[in-house]
């Protein structure tokens, strides 16, 4: 910047210091604007364009000498009219588009002074276009006229300027450098209360405005390619051709440059151009065509041809052409360096190709589009669909028109809907930031404002749920060829296989599979699916724990779907309804699972989990998905009435971790909560006396019952970080699942009621609400405390005695783990945890030290809960279902 | 603290010459110079030039021109034009 400064005179720079300060204060006054203040400068300013667009568009032609006054003035009169139409009714101001279902609201916010650069070809009509589009928009602009069209453009400013203050505008909001140099326009372009360059112009100036820092919308050159193709209506591509090509003498940059030619249409082609006023050159001529109007040191053509009609160009080259020649055609074998008139020529001169195929002419085309033309205009004309979206695919082209003509057709509006523009995006390959037809919404900043919306929330349980004794009496209604018995050897031994035989419907052939009783292997759950092949089955009846239950649910998926790639399915992955990885739906065998609980605490008879074992990196992997869900669940409590009181306690403090943690998730719902609720209640007052009276059938049903009902709050709100604990340190050590639940419960509680270090994101809930709602656990359970801090204490101590009834060891330390031997494991035990999906619906975020923490205070055993300062009342919509 | 201000009420029909007042204040004023805008609803470039010329008059007189009851429309504007650091604001 200093070395522009040092260039220009101290009087230079006042001068352009007072447009950006008048443009300055007119942006900002302009931003007090309505939407109908601007409406109603905006229409005088298109009249006032249209009743001088002849005027203009002579002093154009005087100026610059290029092009012809009456393309001119249509020009002119599209600039202002055909823009008018297009954004009267456009909204530009305040709120602009409103997405309700979304709960997102576009707003505009005006960008404030452009420095805008306008071209010798299109001088007039592009300053009429820019002053409208920047009205509507609430902009101020400078403009800088090309120096060999800086009068009529200064008319052009004044024009829209007068009208436009006349009607409301402030003063100042256009101002035109009456002289310019490439100095001046380096300055501006750097100055520091320009907001937005656009540069309508050549390659120098475009890179110039991308070159300063600033944003810009940069429309540069092209180099149109066409496609007459074999099935396209000759009569009509060849007068649209030529339309274009001599529309203001081919000054338009989107107007055709090389035309490529179908062999079989090609001669009757050239014959209806040369019967329509186009002359078409021999060799010879073609040559000194491309000699004269192509510089040979640049491979730019020659200035004193753009805009000039045909003859002048004969004549300049020496040709010999008819007088009202209106084209001159010639044919080239080839494109680039060779063929000098294989690049863009804002003249009456265009190249024609013949093409052998179909792929030879979309080679060319492509040879073309990238001879200067990247992201500017392609042109195709054909009736064959396949090959205009062929083509559409092969250019890079902003704007790829069809059966129109290229220059007309670009500019929108007129023989098409695209927008009308006199500013063609070229995109990256142009070197532009946008391939859009530049309008209204490229001179705004639009701001999103975007209202919190809740997250679709859903609750989903298996369709058929049978629950109290004898309830396995039901199975008799499900008709089945051939059924499988996924079991292990207790069930075998106890005699719940025959139990379960004995109900299913005697026309049935029951096949038993047994696995080991332990959380199933790949080559487990693959023997399983063997042998639901081998008997192709139809129904499968899972009885077992939680383990055979989730080894049933992972062979009905491979067998329905053998495609099925556990390691990929169990992918990780934050939001059930965004995850990358989907489960397969296409299925060669359906069977109907059936799940027959004979523990209390898993729930899995209605979840949609599975766990796997993955012996080869010790680690357990979850798969998630509904489709993994039970299509049956049967909660007959005589499958646990012999269960042992060791895994009665797991279990049944297994069923409160899933409760507990339900109850606080981020995903908890009224739906979730009334099960979480409940199932609390039922395991307090029940699995103590299920564990010291196993015999007690009522404790017993209540059990068998609270851990479905917490597993239907789970299925839908999921665990928590109490979770993601156990399972890491429970694959580590070899600790059964609710033992490990167990040892962090009391932990997890204190930790959740504290103040997060970092909140988990949750649009659902207002506010942090877990000790909250531990608090209202408390108050249900009759806990008593008058403050959510005694509450929580309360819950913790209850839970504690809990654990110390059911004699579940107190500390990880009791479990004979040495301090060293759990210190060597901490990064691992922390890393497996923090990979755990389990957390990622905790309330509280964990830091990967505070689930060290975590699993000190574990191994410490007891510790009294810090909890959040609450002063807020606990209310229904926080714990709905209380 | 404001002690004997002057407090001036500003037309919105009649800015520019409200704020021409203003300056001539700033010769005889005491202390702040306290200008009511609670009627502006909008302003234009000419009024604008007429804050920037009252604001280098203060400075140069060191008196301080408080702006009352600036709707946030007009705030804005002279935010954009950067003048909103040469005045005090008073709701």
Redesign the interface.
Known sequence: MAEIVASLSEERIAYLEGLVSQAGTAAAVFTQYTQEDVDRIVKPMVLAGLEQAQYLARLAIEETHLGVVEDKALKNMVATEFVYNYVKDKRTVGTIREFPERGVVEVAEPIGVIFSLTPITNPTSTVLFKCIMAIKTRNAVIFSPHPSAGHCCYEAVRIMHEAAVKHGAPEGVFTCLESQTLQDNAYLMRHKDVGLIDATGGPGMVKAAYSSGKPALGVGPGNTPVYLEKTADLNMAVVDIITSKTFDNGTICASEQTVVIDDEIYDSVLQKFSDLGAHICNEKETELLGRTVIDPNTGFMQPMAVGQKATDIARMVGLKVKPKTKLLIAPIQGVGPGYPLSVEKLFPVLAVYRAKSVNEALTVCVDVNHAGGIGHTAVIFSRNDEIIQKFGELMNAGRIIVNSPGSIGALGGVYNDMVPTFSFGCGTGGGNSTTDNVNVYNYLNIKRVARRTQAHMWFRVPNQIYFNMNAVENLRQFTSRSTVIITNPAMEQIGHVDTVRRHIPAETLVHVSVIPDAEPEVKVVMQGVEALNFYKADQIIALGGGSVIDAAKIMKLKYESPQADLEELAAPFLDLRKRVVQYPTEKVAQARLIAISTTSGTGSEVTPFAVLLDKEHGRKVTLADYSLSPDVAIVDPQFVMSMPRGLTADTGVDCLTHALEAGVSIFASPYTDSNAMQAIRMVFKFLPIAYEHPGDEEARTMMHNAACIAAIAFSNASVGVNHALAHAFGARFGVAHGRANALMLPHVIAFNAGVPTKFMPSPNQRGYIAHKKYAMVADLLGLGGQTIEEKVKNLVAATEQLLDRLAIPRSIAELGISKEEFEQAMPELVKIAFDDPSWRSNPRMPLLSELAELFWSAYRGRSLPTVAKASQPQTAEEWSCV | MTVNAEWLEIDGERVVQGLQAARETLDTAQGDVVLNFSSVR?????A??AMEKLAGLADGKAVKVVLRGVNV??Y???K??KLTSRFSFLA
Do not use: A, G, H, Q
Request: hydrophobic share 50%.
């Open positions: 909008r302003i234009d470039p000419n604008l030039r429309d007009i804005k504007v002279l954009l034009v």
